[in-house]
């Protein structure tokens, strides 16, 4: 942090109390910061309203186990720690308009969305806190905790093997990812588990969890840590390099094996030089494919964002350009955005998100 930003801390105006002194600042100023010196924490922030939220749905299910939180850089519950750490950008309003500023969506932004992935990860810190995954049925079910985390896996998006929450087919990328998955629908207030699920195959793994939350209810845990992992107060890289990791995470770089699928699409006539440009038009529309892509999908908007940049990039690389009604071609373009999508999701490259 530069000399000149204040440290955080209660401010006051005529006795009034104030946000913090970057709440106010420019994008740019903004991600000069570092996160460590941001003064985060989940009390008195949305985030302890839904937290207790947790804590009552769990109360409700007569389970005792509370997991701890504390504020990171990303979701996750850690190997060993039965604790949920929380993306900082959820605990300030003006950290959320950045994360959408930076990569076009704010993961857990909503409550209903905040609340499906602390159910979900409330499933791992369980799953650590009473070591349920050394249980033969565990393993006989969801198969084995200790196999490597995949980078990308192959899904399988009709598969009745493994319940729908958090996004499609995300249960399936590791045993961890299903346990916590089919943990979180069973969770769920008024959940309709039974009903929606009564003649898929997984309907075996939710009756399972609801016998093992049964059985351990009363139980202490035996894993007890209450560590914060990658806390916050720890993370001294700045807002910037942060943003600058992570969309270099998420790069694509697609081969142009898809040209044929363009130039069916938009067309390289010569004799067409003025008609509107293909790259200009994806550009243009940009922002109503990437929001519906992602409603199909179930991935997350950035992913899609770089998938529509390479394919804009193509387009005027190839000089393509619009040789039909503008509303034909915005039906045919979400056709191929999505079919790209699918075709990154499904080819191997469907990254895990640890």
């Avoid at 006795?15 to 985060?40: H, N, T, V």
């Avoid at 207030?189 to 939350?213: C, F, G, N, Q």
């Avoid at 035996?222 to 390099?241: I, P, Y």
């Avoid at 034909?328 to 191997?348: E, I």
């Amino acid at each position: 942090m530069s000399a000149n930003h204040r440290k955080i801390g209660p401010a006051h105006r005529n006795g009034r109390a104030r946000g913090p002194a970057w709440a106010d600042l420019p994008d740019e100023e903004l991600l000069k910061w570092r996160i460590s010196d941001l003064g985060l924490a989940v009390e008195d922030s949305v985030l302890e309203e839904r937290v207790e939220r947790l804590y009552e749905e769990l109360e409700y299910r007569g389970i005792r186990f509370r997991p701890h939180v504390w504020i990171s850089d990303e979701w996750f519950s850690p190997d060993g720690v039965p604790g949920i750490a929380i993306p900082f950008y959820l605990a300030h309003p003006r950290l959320a308009r950045l994360e959408r500023k930076q990569m076009l969506e704010v993961e857990g932004g909503t409550e209903d969305w905040c609340l499906r992935i602390l159910r979900h990860e409330a499933g791992h810190a369980i799953d650590t806190a009473y070591r349920l995954h050394r249980r033969k049925q565990y393993r006989k079910l969801f198969g084995s905790y200790t196999a490597p985390y995949p980078e990308h896996y192959h899904p399988k998006p009709y598969s009745k093997n493994y319940v729908l929450h958090l996004e499609p087919s995300y249960a399936q990328a590791h045993p961890a990812e299903d346990f916590a998955e089919t943990f979180a629908v069973w969770l769920r207030p008024r959940s309709t588990w039974r009903a929606t699920y009564h003649d898929w195959p997984v309907i075996k793994k939710l009756e399972y969890v609801a016998e093992l939350m049964e059985e351990i209810r009363d139980e202490k845990p035996a894993v007890v840590s209450r560590e914060h992992v990658d806390s916050v107060r720890k993370l001294r890289k700045t807002l910037g390099e942060h943003y600058a990791q992570r969309r270099d995470q998420y790069g694509i770089n697609l081969p142009n094996l898809y040209d044929q699928h363009l130039r069916r699409l938009f067309s390289d006539a010569a004799d067409a030089p003025n008609a509107t440009s293909a790259a200009a038009f994806l550009r243009r529309n940009r922002a109503e494919l990437r929001k519906t892509v992602a409603h199909w999908t179930g991935e997350y908007q950035y992913i899609i964002d770089q998938v529509l940049e390479e394919m804009i990039d193509r387009c005027g690389e190839l000089d393509l350009r619009i040789d039909r009604p503008a509303d034909q071609a915005q039906r045919d373009a979400l056709v191929l955005v999505t079919v790209q999508t699918m075709n990154y999701l499904h080819g191997g490259y469907h990254r895990v998100a640890l």
